[in-house]
């Protein structure tokens, strides 16, 4: 969660050692094999260290928001001393300028349900300003689905995340394709994920 954790250098979300090597098993069908990669939200940057070892043909580019996540994916860099990972840079999503002015495809985990409408509406629109036609923009996290039950634990984080702050929440597919549509991108492929999460792919029309 953004602002969980003391600011030490390098923090840990568990999550990510039990879903990134199913991520970069559906990454591999989805990104280029050769170019930048801007992962907008890296988080604490083990899935950044994780992936840029995964795809060494990629040049990665982590980025948060968090003075303190920026910290802790500098410090994974550090340590997995690879020369395809970026330093991080702070990055806002709903900001209507972004530090960064290329990239051949752009990943975001994580960030739509931990974060108010307004950073994924951001997302899709700095994505059409990065992204040439054709380009992926890939999300991964639970969602809500009108036409797929969903899942009773997928319910009950909805409804922690609402009391914690109440613009956060998971977002129904639905919304998040008309956002995606009105920026200038093309819903291309669902893909089910393990603990109840989904990766949708959008391209750049």
Not at 28 to 40: C, I, K, N, R, S
Not at 152 to 160: H, P, Q, R
Request: aromatic share 8%; hydrophobic share 50%.
């Amino acid at each position: 969660m953004p602002g969980d954790g003391a600011p030490a250098d390098k923090r840990h979300a568990p999550a990510t050692l039990r879903n990134r090597d199913a991520i970069v098993a559906v990454l591999a069908d989805w990104l280029p094999a050769t170019g930048a990669v801007l992962e907008v939200a890296s988080g604490s940057g083990e899935h950044a260290v994780h992936f840029a070892a995964a795809f060494p043909g990629l040049d990665w580019q982590p980025s948060d928001p968090d003075p303190a996540g920026l910290t802790s994916i500098a410090a994974y860099r550090a340590e997995a001393d690879r020369a395809n990972i970026a330093p991080p840079v702070a990055l806002d999503a709903a900001a209507a300028e972004w530090p960064v002015d290329r990239a051949d495809a752009i990943l975001c985990i994580n960030m739509v349900h931990i974060s108010p409408w307004e950073a994924t509406l951001g997302l899709f629109a700095g994505a059409a300003r990065l992204l040439v036609p054709g380009a992926p923009l890939i999300l991964y996290g639970p969602y809500i689905e009108s036409d797929v039950p969903t899942a009773t634990s997928n319910l009950a984080f909805d409804v922690s995340l609402r009391s914690r702050n109440p613009a956060w929440g998971l977002r129904d597919t639905g919304g998040v394709k008309a956002a995606a549509a009105d920026a200038g991108f093309a819903f291309a492929e669902r893909r089910a994920m393990p603990a109840n999460n989904l990766m949708l792919l959008f391209r750049r029309t």
